[in-house]
């Protein structure tokens, strides 16, 4: 009758002695409070206020208390479905609740806060998702079990979230994960109802809630009311996620409040393009006036933004860059992303500039592409480099999902051979160095492409 505890204590000791990190640091707990944890999981230590849940713009609102969101707070290590209830504001893009995914462990406080990529949408054609154009990610929203392993897409997506990573280590493996999923095809940002009507007449006209900021408000009132407050906190994502890890950093850093906190946008530039500009100037700004409107971001979430930020012009959405660097200096932040990128960068200028959309030879289109890439590149490196604290890491090329995301899949192959850097380097300059943050940019456009055969991109691409 006593085998059952013994082997039980046994196994929880197990737990503790493989999760623990080798070399405790800041929001990390004793070997005793995490013997604690395992049997009385800890509960919030900085709850949501009656302020908070009440003001006026983008409330703090989580689920309510009768309603069963699904987590279990002694669930370790396993990802749990949240499901927010509509009263939260928390939707997705066709209407249905939306859902993201916390995966809790012990023995630390600390939390990556992980947004996922996957496009964006501003018409019919590309909230539909069935017209063959570039759209956005989850147009039917997020099913329970979406990270399974039958979905590696998500499970296994970046070394920041996939704990076992055969081949990449980095220290938020060891944290709590929070998987916030995208549905909503406004990079976590807008906040409209739009109506698309089907160009061509036959189908019926599309309902879409650009929803993006209230779904971020939901789910950081859930993590207030829920979790403990993060000694360290990495805020990150690729692509749509990497830039809506921008565009609400502040809010979270704020709203979470924990000791220490880092930003690493992945391949979400949000590039300078003031609204009076010319878009000879400023590549980016035909996509910016458009999402400006269509996404309502003139209309709450800017202003929201500005409210607090006093370096953000609201004409210019590429200067929340400078906003954020003043606005924290102590925080390390950075961008990084392929010079080399065709997915991104082709969001961003295929459908707006007719020498694109127009041109019929496959070479022609990617190089105009590049060059406003090019040059909006390099308007964002001169306005970092005037930041100790906001660094970049900017590599030519990899061989996979159109050189898209330096941070998916694995570190390697994300690195500026000329320097003799990895990816790696960036990442753990940005969570653990000290002094200025890392600038590097590769110059070398030929060693990148000289790598032999990748099997596993290969196989990667066909299934993409």
């Known amino acids: 009758m006593l085998k059952k505890p013994v082997y039980t204590l046994l196994g929880l000791l197990g737990l503790i002695s493989v ?25 919030a230590d900085h709850p949501v206020t009656d302020a908070e849940r009440q003001a006026q713009q983008y409330p703090l609102t989580p689920n309510p208390e009768w309603v069963d969101d699904g ?41 990556v806060v992980y947004m996922e990529g996957g496009g964006a949408c501003w018409d019919y054609e590309s909230c539909t998702g069935q017209t063959g154009i570039r759209g956005a990610r989850n147009p039917d929203g997020i099913p329970d079990d979406y990270m399974s392993l039958m979905n590696p897409s998500a499970t296994l997506v970046s070394p920041f979230v996939f704990r076992l990573h055969p081949w990449t280590a980095t220290k938020s493996q060891e944290w ?72 609400n950093y502040h809010p979270l850093r704020r709203d979470l409040a924990p000791q220490r906190s880092y930003l690493i946008n992945d391949s979400g530039p949000i590039f300078p393009a003031p609204v009076n500009g010319s878009d000879t100037d400023y590549p980016s700004l035909r996509l910016h006036n458009t999402i400006r409107n269509v996404w309502g971001l003139d209309d709450g979430p800017l202003g929201y933004l500005q409210s607090e930020l006093a370096y953000f012009d609201l004409n210019d959405i590429g200067t929340l860059y400078a906003a954020l660097a003043e606005q924290y200096p102590n925080d390390r932040l950075g961008q990084t992303h392929f010079w080399e990128d065709m997915n991104y960068s082709s969001y961003s200028y295929e459908r707006f500039y007719e020498d694109i959309y127009d041109e019929a030879d496959p070479a022609l289109r990617e190089a105009r592409i590049h060059e406003r890439w090019y040059q909006d590149t390099e308007q964002l490196k001169s306005r970092l480099a005037a930041y100790d604290n906001f660094g970049y890491y900017l590599p030519r090329f990899r061989d996979v999902n159109e050189s898209h995301c330096t941070t998916i899949i694995e570190f390697n192959n994300s690195d500026i051979q000329q320097a003799g850097l990895e990816l790696k380097d960036f990442v753990e300059n940005v969570m653990e160095g000290q002094g200025a943050v890392m600038q590097a940019s590769e110059t070398d456009t030929v060693s990148d492409y000289q790598k032999g055969f990748n099997l596993l991109y290969w196989l990667l691409d066909q299934a993409l």
């Open 19 to 43: 999760s623990l990190p080798a070399q405790a640091e800041l929001g990390d707990y004793s070997f005793w409070q995490t013997l604690g944890n395992l049997f009385s999981p800890r509960t």
């Open 71 to 111: 987590f279990r707070p002694g669930a370790y290590l396993e990802w749990q479905t949240v499901e927010m209830h509509p009263s939260t504001g928390a939707l997705c893009g066709n209407g249905s609740p939306y859902k993201f995914f916390v995966n809790r462990v012990a023995h630390t406080s600390n939390t």
């Open 176 to 247: 709590n994960m929070v998987y916030l999923p995208y549905c909503t095809g406004d990079i976590y940002a807008g906040d409209r109802v739009a109506l698309y009507e089907d160009p061509s007449g036959e189908g019926d006209p599309l309902v879409w809630y650009h929803n993006g900021i209230k779904n971020l408000r939901a789910a950081t009132a859930w993590l207030r009311d829920n979790l403990q407050r993060s000694g360290q906190m990495l805020v990150t994502g690729c692509s749509a996620g990497g830039a809506g890890s921008i565009a």
